[in-house]
């Protein structure tokens, strides 16, 4: 029998979850799913991120040159 307790990360996030996965603020993840940057779901009233897609915009992030 499989539990949810068992998986070391969700499936699906809520903006609180990103926030402390990507280590920005509220706000900035709510103008990342605005702009279309960072895709979200809608499920009834609440927003979703799929986990895969918080990997991908990180992977996708440019290289910064000090």
């Known amino acids: 029998m499989t539990t949810a307790t068992q998986f070391s990360s ?3 996030c809520t903006v609180k979850d ?3 996965l990507l280590r920005l603020g ?3 993840i709510y103008e ?3 702009s ?3 895709p979200f779901i809608k ?3 609440a927003r979703r991120i799929k986990r895969a897609d918080i990997d991908a915009f990180v992977a996708q992030l ?4 000090v």
Do not use: N
Request: aromatic share 0%; glycine share 10%.
């Open 26 to 28: 509220r706000s900035t």
């Open 32 to 34: 990342l799913m605005a």
């Open 18 to 20: 990103a926030v402390v």
């Open 10 to 12: 969700p499936v699906l």
């Open 62 to 65: 440019p290289p910064q040159s």
């Open 43 to 45: 499920l009834g009233r």
């Open 36 to 38: 279309g940057e960072l």
